[in-house]
Every structure is written in C-alpha cells, then in structure tokens.
C-alpha cells in the first residue's frame, strides 16, 4: 500500500505547543493556578492536534511538514523534516494522551508534598513533551537525533529537581550515559548510514540501498544505532542511569521513566528495525555461529528482560523495584522487534501502549503512597491496604497486568511475542525456541517480585508482620556486616554486637600500652614498638606478616530465618538491600542524627503574605536551594504505620477520596483503566489497528499476516 503524503503543519504544530506553554509557565510563576492551567490547556491542545490526524493515518495517509534542507551531502540533502505516519501516530498519540493524565498528577503531588521550583518543573516538563513528540514526528535519522538530545538537555532539571547531592549525581550520570554516550553512538551510525546508502530519511521496509551495501558496514551501523537507541530503552549493562533517576519526583518517574524518555529509546529501536534497515534485512545480516543481527538483538533483550527481574526481587525500595521492572519490561519491546515474523512486531509494538498504562498505573500508585504515608519501602507497608484500598487495588491490576494475566494489557502484547517466537523456532531457526522460553520465565519472575507487594499491603498486619525479603541471603538483602573485624573474626560476634569494628584496633593499642606505665614514652602515647606483632597474636597474616583479615563466608545456614534484632524485626529489614538510596529508614544512625539536628534548627514556616495569592501551598521557587526530603513534614511518622496501625478506610469513605486527594487518585484509576480496556478491547481503543497497519507495510509479502 503506497501512503498520501499530505503536506500539512500539524505535526509541527504538536511540537510547538509545548514549547509556547512553557514560556507561558515561566510567564505566569506569580500565579500557580495560572501556571498549571496553562499546563493542562497544552496537554488537551496537544493531544487534540495529534488526535485530529489519526483518522487519516488510519487510512493510510501521511502528514508531513519541511523546513528544507539544512545539511548538503554526498547523497541526497538531508530535511529537518516532520512526518506523521502510523508508527510515528503510536507513540505520539500515547504520549500526548497521558500528558493530560500525568498534568492533573502533579499538581496533586507537587502540592502536596509542597515541592520546590514548581514553575521549572512544569515548564521542563513541556519542553520534554515537545522533544518526545518531535522524536515521534521524526522523518529521518538526523532529525530523531536531534529531538533525541534535546529530550535529555530537557529532562536534566527534572531528574535533577531536588538538588540534592544524589539529584545532582543521578542528573549527571543520566546525562552522560543517554547523552554523551547514547547520542555519540546514534550520530555515528546516522552518518555511516548516510555514507553507506547516500539517504537518512525512514522508509517502510527499510531504505533500499542499505541491502546492497557491505554487509559488514551494514551491520556496524545497525548495532551503533540499536545500542544508541537502546541506552534511553536501559538494555543491559547501560541501564545504570534509570534507577539512579528514582529519584526524581513521580511523575517524572511515571510518564518520563516510563513513557516518555525510556519509550523514545525504544521507539528509536523500532524506527531503526522498520523504517531504516526494515525486518528482512535485519534476520539477513549475518553473524558467525549462524546468528542474525534481529536474533542478537533478541537475546540482548532475553538477558536484560531476566537479569533486570532478578535484581527487582531484592530491591525493597519500592520505586527502585520498580525501576528495574521498566529495565525488564522494556526489553520485552526489544526481543520481539528482533522476531522476524507478523506476530513477534505486533506484540513489540502492542508492548508499547500496554507498558505505558501499567507502569504508569504503579508509579502513580508508589507516589501516592508516599505524599500520603511517606512510606517508600516495601517492608513497611504491612497492612497498607487498608488505609490505601484504591491505590492499592490499582497496583494489584497493573501488576497482574505485567504479569501477563488475561483481559489485562500485558497479556495481549506478551501473547503475541510468544506466538512470535514459537512461529520462528518453526520456521526459520530454533534459537527462537529459547527467547519463547525467556518470556515464559521472565512472566514467573514478574509474579515473584510483585506478589510480594501485594501480599504485604492486603493480608499482613502491622504486629504480626514478616519482614524478611523474599530471597533470604545476601543477594536477596542480607545485610549483617559479614567483613571479618581486624583480630580475624566476624563483626558482631563479641559480647557487644554494636560497637563499632574500628574499637578493635583501639583495643590491640590500647593493650599494648597497659605494660608498664613508668616508660617515659607513656606520658607522650604508646610505642609502636610496644604494639604486639601481628605473628605473636595469631591474627591472619600474609606473607610479609601484614594484617589481613579473613573474609570468608558467613557460617550462617541461610535456608533458617535471619537472626532477630532487639527490635523485634528481621535483621534484613533494619538496613535494607538497597540502603545506598539518598532516602529511607537505611540511611543509618548518622543520616538520622543529622535529620534531627536539622529539624532544631528547621526555619520558620513562611507567613501567609509570603504565599502566592493562588496558592495556598505558595510556590516555593523563592526558597533556598537544597532538594525536597518527605520525611521533614510534620506528620508524626517517618514511613511505615503510625503509632497505633494504619488507620482502616473502607466503603464510601474510600470512594470519597479520604485516603488521598482526587488529583492524584483520578490519574491513578484512569491509568489503571486505560491497561485494563486495552487487554480487553484492543481493536477499538485504535492501537491494535494502528499496529497492524504498521506492521503490514514493513514486512515483505511473503510474510505479511499469517
């Protein structure tokens, strides 16, 4: 089928319109109801001019709108050129939609945690819905990349927002891996493309030229561009930067770390396996071992999708958990576009959508929890439930959406992928069988990290709650110092299971100076002479006679629960597997020292004139700089339940909103709905038939619908 190409502005349009919203935001940073009514004319604005072409792509047209060229060549001058065409309509159209979502949760998150730079935030959140749409409505390699690198200037300051020391970090190491090193690789393999084939502008099935090109350039190209793109999508091992940028606010984490920002890398994939080299080309591109650059890319998504749920089940930080859950179920997008065949394309790309609904739906879920509990690990949500039965009821339909359980999202899109592979292991080769085998098995793992959290929250109670993680060793949390203390034994094994190990060392000079105090260096310290050898107190020893301490297993049997602590709770649980997070009860007893001396000297609250006029939380950008910590409100718990239990709301009090606000609830059930008619309704929801349009027009003839 030949598309109509259709010159009109609206793909532009839809860029624009957030660009002009965020000046309007900056504008109005006086007013906040001003501002964020600017911010929700612009998501209904944008999602209307996207939604106005859908229609006609459906029917094969293609909108698209050119600035000229702007770069000469040794082929054909390269556009910075806009087209709307069906793949560029499925992601537009999805991230543009849960723009409008996204714009009522934050206002009830921001507020409600009374955030600072709430306008910048706001604003770098349009530009960011602009660079994504840009991406989107990309027609060729130069221009997506363009779009690609302003997305990560654009999300920087969101990542960043607390300013924090670990803000500021996470900020930088999310520039360098999607910027530096993810942009670097996609400007490499656009221009090797374009030296190789004379074009860089998408193409259904591919650009023609590419299949008489060396097979060996070809394939080069391929691979800097896939792993390019694939750093936003955190294949494995350059996923490094997504869960470092939890820390961000949760909207940020929702619709940037699940749709936006991570959907671009992976979008990118399908735009290099559709429209650049085409999926013929890609099963064709030979490798040693009988192996093709699609199967390759297939079995990096197999690793990651089952590496990345592996480490999900340690991570008691419930938006770290989550986090590694985005890295797996990414790579679920990136196995199938590696499938040669009908059914593995439709799946990869039904993936898209089904993804966005359900995680989106859970870190909303994970946001509220916090801005309502200040309760961010998993290990103290025992009977949170009853005091968040929407919320958590929502998280119990997205995950068993991720899960892949019928009538939900994840099971459609998962359906189609294991067909996919099965059909290929038939017909083509039958390493296709072991990447069916990686989806079966990484849907039991998806069970095994979210039942967890669900288990905790609806039928655990506070005081009879068993806080062990759900894999009991030291992968799964075990965190009992296990490092030899400097006389050779274990850390705690002394009478006093608390002092601190460096008291050892103290002790061996402390005894050496007990001898005889008449020695004239007594009065000045002790003798280094006088301190024993390390050979004479039968310490462990090298071969030059240093102290090395012996690091040797635990000699627990870690089939037997941990050891209980004074507090009752598992030993696990007093310091969590991730306690290297800037928040949360794992910060140790110095973090919270310092909290409760910076709460001494906490500074006044700001009077009512220090308020905008609209804003009964007032703004916030005038503050001093320092990040947002929840934990500084002036609720009497720092997470987990209050003194007392979880207070219990049920019934009309639930459908009420008592449990949270409307503003962030509303956006929460909305998410959740869109995952569940999507499972249910696929045709008419316009996704499934947009893909398969998309798919038809990419894959040969012989291979078109089964």
């Given amino acids: 089928m030949t598309d109509a190409v259709l010159s009109d502005p609206r793909p532009l349009l839809a860029v624009l319109v957030s660009?002009?919203?965020?000046?309007?935001?900056?504008?109005?940073?006086?007013?906040?109801?001003?501002?964020?009514?600017?911010?929700?004319?612009?998501?209904?604005?944008?999602?209307?001019?996207?939604?106005?072409?859908?229609?006609?792509?459906?029917?094969?047209?293609?909108?698209?709108?050119?600035?000229?060229?702007?770069?000469?060549?040794?082929?054909?001058?390269?556009?910075?050129?806009?087209?709307?065409?069906?793949?560029?309509?499925?992601?537009?159209?999805?991230?543009?939609?849960?723009?409008?979502?996204?714009?009522?949760?934050?206002?009830?998150?921001?507020?409600?945690?009374?955030?600072?730079?709430?306008?910048?935030?706001?604003?770098?959140?349009?530009?960011?819905?602009?660079?994504?749409?840009?991406?989107?409505?990309?027609?060729?390699?130069?221009?997506?990349?363009?779009?690609?690198?302003l997305l990560s200037i654009a999300t920087y300051p969101l990542v960043a927002h607390d300013e924090t020391a670990e803000a500021r970090s996470a900020g930088r190491k999310y520039l360098a891996y999607t910027m530096f090193g993810?942009?670097?690789?996609?400007?490499?393999?656009?221009?090797?493309?374009?030296?190789?084939?004379?074009?860089?502008?998408?193409?259904?099935?591919?650009?023609?030229?590419?299949?008489?090109?060396?097979?060996?350039?070809?394939?080069?190209?391929?691979?800097?561009?896939?792993?390019?793109?694939?750093?936003?999508?955190?294949?494995?091992p350059l996923h490094r930067w997504l869960p470092e940028a939890m820390v961000a606010p949760t909207p940020v984490s929702g619709l940037l770390h699940a749709v936006a920002v991570v959907k671009s890398g992976a979008f990118g994939v399908a735009r290099v396996v559709l429209d650049v080299f085409g999926p013929e080309l890609v099963y064709n591109l030979s490798l040693p071992f009988g192996f093709s650059a699609g199967l390759v890319l297939s079995t990096i998504g197999a690793i990651t999708l089952t590496a990345a749920s592996l480490i999900a089940l340690r991570k008691d930080h419930l938006k770290r958990r989550l986090a590694y859950s985005t890295i797996s179920q990414l790579s679920y997008i990136i196995l199938g576009l590696g499938l040669f065949g009908w059914y593995g394309l439709v799946g990869a790309l039904l993936h898209i959508p089904a993804h966005a609904f359900m995680k989106l739906?859970?870190?909303?879920?994970?946001?509220?929890?916090?801005?309502?509990?200040?309760?961010?690990?998993?290990?103290?949500?025992?009977?949170?439930?009853?005091?968040?039965?929407?919320?958590?009821?929502?998280?119990?339909?997205?995950?068993?959406?991720?899960?892949?359980?019928?009538?939900?999202?994840?099971?459609?899109?998962?359906?189609?992928?294991?067909?996919?592979?099965?059909?290929?292991?038939?017909?083509?080769?039958?390493?296709?069988?072991?990447?069916?085998?990686?989806?079966?098995?990484?849907?039991?793992?998806?069970?095994?990290?979210?039942?967890?959290?669900?288990?905790?929250?609806?039928?655990?109670?506070?005081?009879?709650?068993?806080?062990?993680?759900?894999?009991?060793?030291?992968?799964?949390?075990?965190?009992?110092?296990?490092?030899?203390?400097?006389?050779?034994?274990?850390?705690?094994d002394g009478e006093d299971d608390n002092r601190d190990d460096s008291e050892d060392v103290d002790d061996i000079v402390a005894d050496a100076g007990d001898g005889d105090d008449s020695t004239p260096d007594a009065a000045e310290g002790v003798d280094e002479s006088e301190v024993p050898d390390a050979d004479l107190d039968d310490l462990p020893t090298d071969e030059e006679g240093v102290v090395r301490p012996d690091f040797a297993a635990s000699e627990r049997d870690f089939s037997e629960p941990a050891e209980r602590v004074d507090t009752g709770d598992y030993a696990v649980d007093q310091?969590?597997?991730?306690?290297?997070?800037?928040?949360?009860?794992?910060?140790?007893?110095?973090?919270?020292?310092?909290?409760?001396?910076?709460?001494?000297?906490?500074?006044?609250?700001?009077?009512e004139s220090s308020r905008g006029p609209d804003d009964p939380h007032g703004d916030h950008d005038d503050e001093p700089h320092g990040g947002h910590d929840a934990d500084t409100h002036d609720d009497d718990h720092h997470g987990g339940p209050p003194a007392g239990g979880w207070e219990h709301i049920a019934g009309l009090d639930a459908l009420r909103g008592r449990e949270s606000t409307w503003f962030t609830l509303g956006p929460i059930l909305a998410a959740m709905t869109l995952a569940v008619l999507l499972g249910v309704i696929p045709y008419e929801m316009g996704f499934?038939?947009?893909?398969?349009?998309?798919?038809?027009?990419?894959?040969?003839?012989?291979v078109v619908r089964p």
């Fill in 575 to 607: 310091r969590p597997s991730d306690a290297d997070v800037p928040f949360g009860p794992g910060r140790g007893e110095a973090a919270d020292d310092a909290e409760t001396a910076d709460a001494d000297e906490a500074p006044p609250e700001p009077t």
């Fill in 361 to 492: 739906t859970l870190f909303f879920c994970a946001g509220n929890i916090h801005v309502s509990t200040h309760t961010d690990y998993i290990s103290q949500m025992a009977g949170i439930g009853k005091r968040m039965p929407l919320t958590m009821g929502a998280f119990t339909i997205a995950s068993l959406g991720m899960a892949g359980i019928p009538l939900l999202a994840g099971f459609v899109s998962k359906y189609y992928m294991l067909i996919g592979g099965v059909r290929m292991g038939m017909n083509f080769t039958p390493v296709a069988y072991y990447l069916a085998g990686a989806l079966l098995l990484s849907g039991v793992l998806n069970i095994a990290y979210f039942w967890p959290v669900i288990y905790t929250a609806f039928f655990e109670a506070e005081d009879a709650h068993d806080a062990k993680p759900l894999v009991d060793f030291p992968l799964g949390g075990e965190s009992r110092s296990i490092a030899a203390a400097t006389d050779g034994g274990r850390a705690g």
């Fill in 688 to 702: 499934l038939e947009l893909i398969e349009l998309i798919v038809d027009t990419r894959l040969p003839e012989g």
């Fill in 182 to 236: 993810g942009g670097v690789l996609v400007l490499a393999g656009t221009a090797l493309v374009y030296l190789i084939a004379g074009s860089v502008d998408f193409t259904a099935g591919g650009i023609a030229e590419l299949a008489n090109a060396d097979p060996g350039l070809a394939m080069l190209a391929f691979f800097l561009l896939a792993i390019g793109f694939g750093v936003k999508a955190g294949i494995m």
């Fill in 19 to 149: 660009f002009v919203a965020a000046f309007l935001i900056v504008a109005s940073y006086r007013s906040p109801n001003v501002r964020e009514g600017w911010t929700l004319v612009a998501s209904l604005a944008k999602f209307g001019i996207v939604a106005s072409m859908l229609p006609a792509v459906l029917d094969g047209a293609v909108f698209e709108w050119s600035a000229g060229a702007f770069l000469p060549g040794i082929g054909a001058p390269i556009e910075f050129a806009l087209r709307a065409d069906a793949l560029g309509m499925l992601f537009a159209f999805l991230a543009s939609g849960l723009w409008i979502i996204t714009s009522f949760y934050s206002i009830g998150y921001m507020r409600g945690l009374d955030e600072p730079n709430q306008t910048r935030y706001f604003a770098a959140f349009a530009v960011s819905l602009a660079a994504t749409m840009g991406i989107a409505f990309a027609g060729n390699l130069v221009t997506i990349f363009v779009f690609y690198e």
